[in-house]
């Protein structure tokens, strides 16, 4: 999969992952650890009435399960020749993520770009997603990535 | 601290964090196992020459500091009467952080936004860096909170 061949607003469901207060608490002890990602009494008393995971862990999760499907991918024969990220754009925390919910991530092409600066890659922006099970949008964010372009 | 206290332009220092080769991995394998993450030998022949950190691994070491920041400065009797966020801009990694890299963090107030939608909150957006030894920049983004608005 050169950048060429690469499909504007295919959507690639990248699964569902379920937020156990046992791994929220863990992953916000080391990298978040405000009273309301960590202490259920605490958070409690907190804005949002209880322990909610760490925005960064709603977004990891996204990364985790895009790298499970490019492998998926790759098992089946169809290798993408990109990894490599600028960064990303408008990340947004739509609500809050709490012990139990499950969300179901998507990734839909929206941008391919040419580049002067590198004219050996493309790059791809994407929308990215987590729902909840009722559809409703709980993270998103732009992605990016450069991905090879075929050779001339 | 409202909202109203805060002075825009003031430049806080997070501090430092040196990564590890070993952090880098373990952090990869759970959130972004991909091969120039997370093996030494793989990513040898990789685009990077070798084992660089996830980008989300470089941000949520700001993350880290910021709260560490925030409770020192608490401990010194100033109190953020803030902490959530709707998300976040234009996160960008400049350059890849290798092994043994020192980062240096920052974050320097830039936009006070009153807001119609929560008349008791505030939003603030700040520009964090994390910058190398030389002070060029690795990782960059814009961050948003909301802080509580000073009771009439």
């Known amino acids: 999969m050169y950048w060429e061949d690469i499909e504007l607003g295919l959507r690639s469901d990248l699964g569902s992952y379920t937020f156990t207060e046992d791994e929220m ?63 990303f754009r408008e990340m947004r925390w739509h609500q809050p993520t709490r012990p139990g919910m499950t969300l179901h991530y998507d990734s839909t092409t929206h941008e391919k770009v040419e580049l002067k600066s590198r004219p050996e890659m493309g790059l791809i922006r994407s929308f990215n997603r987590g729902l909840d099970d009722a559809g409703k949008p709980v993270m998103s964010f732009i992605g990016q990535g450069f991905v090879q372009r075929r050779p001339k």
């Open 25 to 87: 608490i863990r992953f916000s002890r080391m990298w978040d650890p405000q009273p309301f990602h960590i202490d259920p009494e605490a958070a409690k008393s907190s804005f949002y009435g209880g322990i909610i995971a760490s925005g960064w862990h709603v977004a990891a999760v996204w990364m985790k399960l895009m790298i499970a499907h490019g492998r998926k991918r790759a098992a089946e024969g169809i290798v993408s020749r990109g990894g490599v990220s600028p960064g």
